[in-house]
């Protein structure tokens, strides 16, 4: 199956510093999501974006196809910022929607 | 808009006991709906999705079903409960029409079994 890999694995910020997720993966993708889980469990969907760039308030986020990778950019870190982000994504087989998730990175925004 | 509702929010269950979670969809109409599980903190993994009323296709063998009675009420459930079930079970919805569909998670319920 395809294989998603997430790093830093874990990062320290310090509030309002900048950082850069990434996340590989090792086929083609349909569907590409980043989702913050809060520390209550929730998913929180950042973005969806099999390509191309986005833009929400301080995230953004690239998903380069070609090149098989997607990043996530968090700008003016702030402590809610903090838990962990995944990165999701679908792989063309035609049998099903099946969301393969890389193992996260966990964020710790320190005031 | 669209909700997805997930009760229990948090349950501890014996060993050899029976399981029933709940899932519903409000806001939309014939949904792809999933169940997924997370153990240890990370990495969600696919238990069962379904296109349908009675479709259910299953991703993992395990311990655990899933039944999909009305058109936006997903369940999940288990005859014996074992150890190995606890853990964080998610539900997710999508649109219908496309296999690749944003997805939307629930708030999840935390089992933990004894």
């Known amino acids: 199956g395809i294989q998603v890999e997430q790093s830093p694995p874990d990062l320290i910020l310090q509030e309002g510093a900048n950082s850069t997720l990434r996340c590989n993966f090792s086929?083609?993708?349909?569907?590409l999501q980043w989702f913050h889980q809060n520390p209550w469990g929730q998913l929180i969907n950042l973005f969806y974006?099999?390509?191309g760039t986005k833009q929400n308030g301080r995230l953004s986020a690239t998903t380069v196809a070609t090149e098989r990778y997607s990043l996530l950019y968090i700008s003016s870190s702030q402590t809610t910022d903090s838990g962990v982000y995944f990165c999701?994504?679908?792989?063309?087989?035609?049998?099903?929607?099946?969301?393969?998730f890389g193992k996260g990175i966990t964020l710790s925004v320190r005031p | 808009s669209q909700t997805i509702h997930q009760w229990p929010a948090t349950l501890v269950q014996p060993v050899g006991s029976p399981l029933s979670l709940e899932c519903t969809v409000e806001g939309t109409s014939n949904p792809n709906l999933y169940w997924y599980r997370q153990a240890a903190g990370r990495g969600l993994q696919l238990l069962f999705y379904?296109?349908?009323?009675?479709?259910i296709s299953s991703e993992v063998p395990q311990n655990l079903s899933a039944s999909r009675p009305q058109d936006r009420q997903f369940i999940l459930s288990s005859k014996k409960l074992l150890l190995s079930d606890s853990g964080f079970y998610l539900c997710?919805?999508?649109?219908?029409?496309?296999?690749?569909?944003?997805?939307?998670f629930g708030p999840g319920t935390r089992l933990t079994v004894l």
């Open positions: 379904s296109v349908g009323i009675g479709q």
């Open positions: 999701a994504l679908t792989h063309y087989t035609g049998a099903n929607s099946k969301l393969t």
């Open positions: 974006i099999p390509s």
């Open positions: 086929d083609s993708v349909n569907n």
């Open positions: 997710a919805w999508s649109a219908s029409g496309s296999s690749y569909n944003e997805q939307f």
